[in-house]
């Protein structure tokens, strides 16, 4: 129902930036939000941070605020995380998601995923 596609991941040296970009074909409701997450291997998946479609409101995560930024366009289809001060730890599959009724913030909850994109920091 709803196809998610990310771009904009590579690889770069700690303490540069990067904004991935996520690109959805529909938001078929009028009430969801938009999560990023990341995956790093052996461990779980974890969220980034999410954005309220109907209000513009967001979420970001203790371990990235104040570097991590979310954000959508008005037509609600393609949303953005730009990442400044990227370090090491920041090393993942990121993956943009999509969860069609009233947001929450848990992996579990979202409805419909990207295939995910890679991002490497190097020391």
């Known amino acids: 129902q709803v196809r998610l596609v990310e771009s904009g991941g590579g690889s770069v040296q700690a303490g540069r930036s990067l904004t991935l970009s996520c690109n959805a074909s529909r938001f078929p409701t009028r009430t969801g939000c938009y999560g990023w997450f990341r995956q790093a291997p052996g461990k779980e998946r974890e969220v980034v941070a999410n954005i309220v479609v109907e209000t513009g409101s967001t979420y970001?995560?203790?371990?990235?605020e104040g570097?991590?930024?979310?954000?959508?366009?008005?037509?609600?289809?393609?949303?953005?995380?730009?990442?400044?001060?990227?370090?090491?730890?920041?090393?993942?599959?990121?993956?943009?998601?999509?969860?069609?009724?009233?947001?929450?913030?848990?992996?579990?909850?979202f409805n419909y995923?990207?295939?995910?994109?890679?991002?490497?920091?190097?020391?």
Do not use: H, K
Request: one cysteine or more; a negative charge.
């Open 67 to 109: 570097r991590f930024t979310i954000s959508q366009d008005d037509a609600r289809t393609t949303i953005w995380l730009q990442m400044n001060n990227l370090q090491p730890e920041d090393t993942a599959v990121y993956y943009c998601a999509a969860r069609t009724s009233y947001c929450r913030r848990a992996a579990s909850e």
């Open 113 to 123: 995923w990207g295939q995910g994109t890679q991002v490497t920091v190097t020391s």
């Open 60 to 64: 970001v995560a203790d371990s990235v």
